[in-house]
């Protein structure tokens, strides 16, 4: 049961709910942050972070992230290892639910980020982990050494991840759906200049083949044009297909899109339609999905927070 009522929770220590947790801090409201499964979000599986402002180097994503962590704890933030599954959000106090815990809080603070997306083709689940298929370069990249890998994707993800790989890789064949990639033009130009990553265009990965001794072995590939299909050897493979936001322990209770985003309402970009909860970062924005949008939500929350509380 939970033990008291808080004053703020913040679900998420990604940019914008450490970003929430400095401004609630300061401002005196002991915010309590719940931590899922990847403390400090998607950050932290990022190599160089090279648009976040005042780096004029860049910054290593986890790096950046144990630095906000940091701040928020230096003005008071208490955090807790939890993930929510069900919320209760029909007035304040509201009661989340991590399995036998429970907590309660005036205002709420979601900014629980978003998870990579899957292809759901053949053996992409049985590989899944330390088997050869990842959605990680920053985690996973150093085991491939002298290997040839893929990339799936046309993002800035999959540039990124590809242009991290080839500092082990001997081979980065960057998979692609389309002819033209969606990345940045500054990431895009990087990528395919470099004399490692081989793209293949108007390509979908329709099946990832293992090794009985585990690992895998190749990745099938169909041209979307010709429609053949053809086996491309390779020993990893990483997924760079975008994200799924997660916001399903907080629906119905808030309106989502039909991409399962949080839809704000209200004149804030962060506000929702229950008074005293609040929004931010990836969980809630499907357009711009920064780092510094991210944590400008965070704030945003965290002084419409602060202001519900003072007015209640
Ligand atoms: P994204 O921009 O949504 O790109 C996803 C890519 O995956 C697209 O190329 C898409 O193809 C492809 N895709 C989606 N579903 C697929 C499927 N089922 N099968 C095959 N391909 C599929 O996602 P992202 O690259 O993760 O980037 C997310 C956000 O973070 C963006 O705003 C990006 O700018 C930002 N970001 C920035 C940096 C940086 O600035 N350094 C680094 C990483 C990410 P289509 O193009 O055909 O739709």
């Not at 939970?2 to 679900?11: D, H, R, T």
């Not at 590939?221 to 297909?241: H, M, N, W, Y």
């Not at 970009?269 to 909860?277: D, H, K, N, S, Y």
Request: glycine share 10%; hydrophobic share 40%.
């Amino acid at each position: 049961m939970s033990e008291s009522i808080e004053e703020v929770i913040i679900v998420g220590t990604g940019c914008a709910g450490l970003t929430a947790a400095i401004y609630t801090a300061r401002a005196n409201l002991r915010p309590l942050v719940l931590e899922g499964n990847l403390p400090g979000g998607q950050l932290t599986t990022t190599s160089e972070v090279e648009n976040f402002p005042g780096f004029p180097e860049g910054i290593d994503g986890f790096t950046l992230m144990d630095q906000l962590r940091k701040q928020a704890a230096r003005f008071g933030t208490r955090f807790e290892q939890a993930s929510i599954k069900t919320a209760e959000l029909s007035a304040s106090p509201f009661t989340l639910s991590a399995g036998e815990k429970t907590y309660s809080c005036k205002a709420l603070i979601i900014a629980t980020g978003a998870s990579p997306r899957l292809l759901g083709v053949p053996g992409e689940k049985e590989l899944y982990g330390g088997k050869g298929v990842t959605t990680c370069a920053t985690c996973d990249g150093a085991f491939y050494r002298d290997m040839d890998v893929v990339v799936v994707g046309g993002g800035d993800s999959a540039c990124e991840e590809a242009l991290f790989l080839t500092r082990f890789c001997s081979s980065v064949s960057l998979i692609h759906r389309r002819d033209e990639l969606r990345a940045s033009k500054i990431m895009a130009d990087r990528a395919l200049a470099h004399p490692k990553i081989k793209p293949v265009w108007n390509a979908v990965v329709t099946e990832i083949k293992g090794v009985e001794e585990g690992g895998v072995s190749a990745v099938v590939v169909r041209d979307t044009q010709s429609g053949e299909s053809r086996s491309l050897p390779c020993k990893g493979v990483f997924i760079a297909i975008g994200h799924i936001p997660n916001t399903a322990p907080f629906q119905p209770a808030l309106e989502v899109d039909e991409n399962g985003y949080f839809v704000p309402e209200g004149r804030s970009q962060v506000g929702t339609r229950i008074p005293g909860v609040y929004v931010a970062g990836d969980c809630a924005d499907h357009v711009y999905r920064q780092a510094i949008t991210a944590a400008g939500m965070g704030c945003q929350a965290a002084m419409q927070a602060e202001r519900w509380l003072a007015e209640h």
